[in-house]
């Protein structure tokens, strides 16, 4: 069965910092780009972050760039967001998605999301 | 950045019948667009990509057409489980990847 499955989302308070993490299952990881996508309490999507297979071609929305940092780490099927200087607009619920390639830039599979939630 | 658009942004329509979504692009997109359903507490699921294929699974109720900056998603009969909100994405050009700010589709 396909599974992405993501972890790490938690009430976090204003300036904080977090680490998601989405781990994969049943499909080949490595031959995948992988992003991150979010949505805030009832709004609609917005993507986050992008990373090549081999980690060469990484890419940010403006929104997120210079405080988020994504990475994978195709040994352990795995992708993660380092998440710093958190505001409260950044609370949403987290995704991660794959690409097969940059040219077919639809995105499948979805993991299920994690809650962040930045408040004091 | 690619802006997309939806229309309408609420649809209510009755179990059986038609609904016909549309999303524009603020430039052309050419067919790299795809369509997903996002049902209430689920992630998205991909239902069309390259505009008109349906992706796996997915029913033959539900079509894509269009290409350049004009899309539209067709539901020829709506079911009950076909409720849910419906969000356009292109992949011409990025990065960003760009959404629609989505339609929802309620029962009338």
Known sequence: EVQLVESGGALVQPGGSLRLSCAASGFPFSKFEMNWVRQAPGKGLEWLSYVSTASGDIYYADSVKGRFTVSRDSAKNSLYLQMNSLRTEDTAVYYCAGVRNWNEGWFDPWGQGTLVTVSS | ?108
């Open chain 2, 1 to 108: 950045e690619i802006v997309m658009t939806q229309s309408p942004a609420s649809l209510s329509v009755s179990p059986g019948e038609r609904a016909t979504l549309s999303c524009r692009a603020s430039q052309s997109v050419g067919s790299n667009l795809a369509w997903y359903q996002q049902k209430p507490g689920q992630a998205p699921r991909l239902l069309i990509y390259g505009a008109s294929a349906r992706a796996t699974g997915i029913p033959a109720r539900f079509s894509g057409s269009g290409s350049g900056t004009e899309f539209t998603l067709t539901i020829s009969s709506l079911q009950s489980e076909d409720f849910a909100i419906y969000y356009c994405q292109q992949y011409n050009n990025w990065p960003p990847f760009t959404f629609g700010p989505g339609t929802k589709v309620d029962i009338k």
